[in-house]
């Protein structure tokens, strides 16, 4: 590899130069270009102070876009206080977390994407059965005036689904009322469901 060494002059000031004839380039002093296109009275400075600051900035991007994705473990009621505004995937299709819940256990990972405004939900095990309110009110003969899940009165028009493996016990109460003098017709009661 054979190096030429030449100056060469560019608005009658010296700028350093090296041709490469492997390469076939030429390579030019960065202090010496700084010279003349700021005209500064510290190239050499410039270049320091200039370097320092892409160097921040490139880790400040390279951090930014670290931080923008972050993995966490699944907790359905933080998804929806705080992270409510995202759009959710469950096995890259998109859902509403509302109408679900998940089994924990069955959950392998959470990725929040910040930037996007996505929460992507892989599970362990993709073919799992699902449990469905109503159709606890269909094959109990039952219509329910409450489905109570985890203690808390559920809006039973927006739960879809409850994954079986997040349900750790179901209950039916059913009104003593109904139970004695309406036992052909189908009484109200309460679904009660508590999850793992």
Known sequence: ??????IKLFEERKVRTVWDEEKEE?????????NVLTESPNPRNY???LKHRLIII???????ASCSVRNVT??????????????????????NIDTLYLDKNNVKTVKIKKLEKHIYIMQKNTKVEYFSPRDASLTQNQNFENVI??????????IKQIEIGAIKNIEILVKEEDRIFNHRKPGTGSLIITLK
Do not use: H, P
């Open 58 to 64: 490139v880790c400040g991007v390279f951090l930014f």
């Open 74 to 95: 699944y907790n359905r009621d933080k998804i929806l206080t705080k992270y409510n505004n995202y759009t959710v995937f469950l096995n890259s299709k998109q859902i």
């Open 47 to 49: 270049w320091k102070v």
């Open 149 to 158: 899940i985890n203690g808390e009165l559920a809006d039973t028009i927006r």
């Open 26 to 34: 030429w390579y030019f002093s960065v202090v010496d270009v700084i």
């Open 1 to 6: 590899m054979k190096k030429e060494t030449s």
